[in-house]
Nanobody, 125 residues
């Protein structure tokens, strides 16, 4: 099994910053893509940012120029630096790991995709 544990959420004033972290643990060999999604009350879950194992990034238009995603492959951890936060950024933020593989009898074996339990980010004065 693979566990994703998020941290770093909280309450921040508009214009402030937060840094989210998500650490993956468990019995796996590698993770392909990692990313952050968010879900606001009454809305569908939406992509915030993703990063490939090689460092390629993708951002939602609404966060470009304000958020930065990064990852430490050695620590199996992904980060989301959020600056210039707005009230509309308020949501539960979920970490995602896709293309997770384990080594079974020396052969990379797909395990699937995994989600964290989410961390609340509230932007309010």
């Amino acid at each position: 099994q693979v566990q994703l544990v998020e941290s770093g959420g909280g309450l921040v004033q508009p214009g402030g910053s937060l840094r989210l972290s998500c650490a993956a643990s468990g019995r796996f060999f590698s993770i392909n893509g990692m990313g952050w999604y968010r879900q606001a009350p009454g809305k569908q879950r939406e992509l915030v940012a993703t990063i490939t194992r090689g460092g390629g990034t993708n951002y939602a238009d609404s966060v470009k120029g304000r958020f930065a995603i990064s990852r430490d492959n050695a620590k199996n951890t992904v980060y989301l630096q959020m600056n210039s936060l707005k009230p509309e950024d308020t949501a539960v933020y979920y970490c995602n790991a896709e293309g997770v593989r384990a080594l079974r009898n020396g052969i990379p074996t797909p395990l699937g995709d995994y989600w964290g339990q989410g961390t609340q980010v509230t932007v309010s004065s």
